[in-house]
């Protein structure tokens, strides 16, 4: 952790940290789901998170903010599996400002004038473990709202017989490779919570092989209207 011209005096009396540049190495960053949330996914609440950082302080005022080389894990507090991982991240954000009693500002994310990440591998699996998810080499930046991925991995975890004897049913088991994915004019906030939301999306290249066993029974769920 580095740290530059952070006004020591106001930091001690008026509780405030103002500073020209925080920088992190290498943090290895753990994000542990309670069970407290009631939606069925796990999300990361971007506003509360920021604001616990304020502890006793009435403010934080950075104009660059760096984080480096970073390693991220999530898991749920009574299991230790990873549920989603994040290796070789970095992030910055420039002009970060969070204060207690600031309005809220439209033209900021995660309380900064531009936000740039990127990451070089995120995986996860899907709850019921029949699929690997991996998307490599990310980077976005909210300055163009935009998103670029060089390969997405949707992979089946279980070979097509082994797949379809877990399942029991008829469904398609997908294997999916796309390369090259870039988003325009990305809503970054509705990210956050879950939603992609953008004004177009290109795919360079892409490979799609599914494969459904007949002699399965069919399943009972009832799709009518969900098309």
Known sequence: ???WGVQTPRALIDKE?????????????????????????????PQQ?????????????VKDIAVSNALIFTHHWNNPDSIITARDVSLRLADFALE?????DSSRFLFS???ILTAGNINWMNERKLYKYQVNNLAMSSHDKSLDCGKINISPLLGEEA???KV????????????????RNLNYIALFNGVVEADSLLISK??????????QPRDNVNRVGTF
């Open 163 to 165: 797949f379809m004897n």
């Open 206 to 215: 892409a490979a799609l092989k599914v494969y459904k066993d007949f002699g």
């Open 113 to 115: 004038k531009e936000i």
């Open 100 to 104: 207690d009693k600031r309005p809220a």
């Open 17 to 45: 940290v103002v500073g020209e540049r925080v920088e992190i190495m290498n943090p290895l960053i753990e994000i542990i789901y309670t069970g407290m949330n009631k939606d069925s996914v796990p999300q990361i609440p």
């Open 49 to 61: 998170v920021f604001r616990q950082l304020l502890g006793n302080l009435s403010k934080i005022l």
């Open 1 to 3: 952790l580095n740290v």
């Open 168 to 183: 029991k049913v008829q469904i398609d088991r997908f294997d999916v490779v796309l390369d090259r994915i870039q988003l």
